[in-house]
């Protein structure tokens, strides 16, 4: 009996470890009438990378993070390494979130605000709390033609089974990934991948790959949390450049 017991027992903690690598196992993900996965919804990062997409431990206003970065290392050339920690030490003034500008992508995704997808078969929009941010994601369809930046940059989105794959170019070299002026060029190209692992959850995978910048491509990943607060919708967020809203920038006194 007792050896049963421990069988039963052993056999629970089997199912209970797979159900926690797996956690889409027995559960349908909900589809839409195509049947495409439905990713619909309010959702939201739940982490520190808008403060630095690397480990960091906590300083006054900045809270510690174990990091996002594939590696926990951005391959940069060696004059972007120092021109990194020339706009690290210049972030108060020079971090265009500071300014009040779109952040771009990836960073809109992880910064600490909530935002919304609307999903249709040939068209995805994302809404963003942050300064009514909206992205355009036109599907089975190329990039435009001739040379354009954009904040956000021009994105273009296709499925690989139940994978979610945007390819996003043209963009502006004025935006950062983070509040430690990790940057990149106008060259930056980004391949986000979304994939539903549950009906509340979606893997988020960011290829980075800017041949002016870095020396190889490098990657980001993060869960995505589905907001199930009832009522839940997005808020408003008005940004002033300088102003309250920025006082994790303000240079010690």
């Not at 206003?61 to 972007?80: H, K, M, N, R």
């Not at 990836?106 to 995805?124: E, L």
Request: aromatic share 12%.
């Amino acid at each position: 009996m007792r050896t049963r017991l421990i069988g039963l027992i052993i056999s629970g903690t089997a199912i209970a470890i797979m159900a926690l690598a797996n956690p889409a196992a027995g559960q349908a993900l909900p589809r839409t009438a195509d049947g495409k996965p439905d990713v619909s919804g309010i959702w939201q990062a739940v982490n520190t990378a808008n403060w630095n997409v690397l480990a960091h431990g906590a300083e006054k206003d900045v809270p510690a993070g174990l990091g996002v970065v594939e590696g926990d290392a951005i391959p940069y050339q060696p004059w972007a390494a120092a021109k990194q920690k020339e706009n690290f030490a210049n972030r108060a003034t020079a971090d265009p979130e500071s300014k009040c500008f779109l952040p771009g992508v990836p960073r809109i995704t992880y910064m600490p605000y909530p935002f919304q997808i609307f999903q249709t078969p040939k068209h995805i929009a994302i809404v963003y709390e942050y300064v009514h941010a909206v992205r355009q994601i036109f599907m089975d369809t190329p990039h435009l033609e001739g040379s354009v930046e954009w904040w956000m940059g021009d994105s273009r989105g296709h499925w690989e089974g139940d994978t979610l794959v945007v390819d996003i170019v043209d963009f502006t070299d004025q935006t950062w990934f983070d509040r430690t002026g990790n940057f990149h060029s106008a060259a930056l190209h980004v391949v986000e991948r979304y994939t539903p692992i549950s009906a509340n959850n979606i893997r988020y995978e960011v290829t980075i790959e800017d041949p002016k910048v870095f020396t190889r491509p490098w990657k980001m990943s993060m869960p995505l949390y589905r907001r199930l607060d009832q009522p839940m919708r997005l808020l408003e967020y008005e940004c002033y450049a300088f102003g309250l809203e920025h006082t994790w920038l303000r240079p010690p006194q």
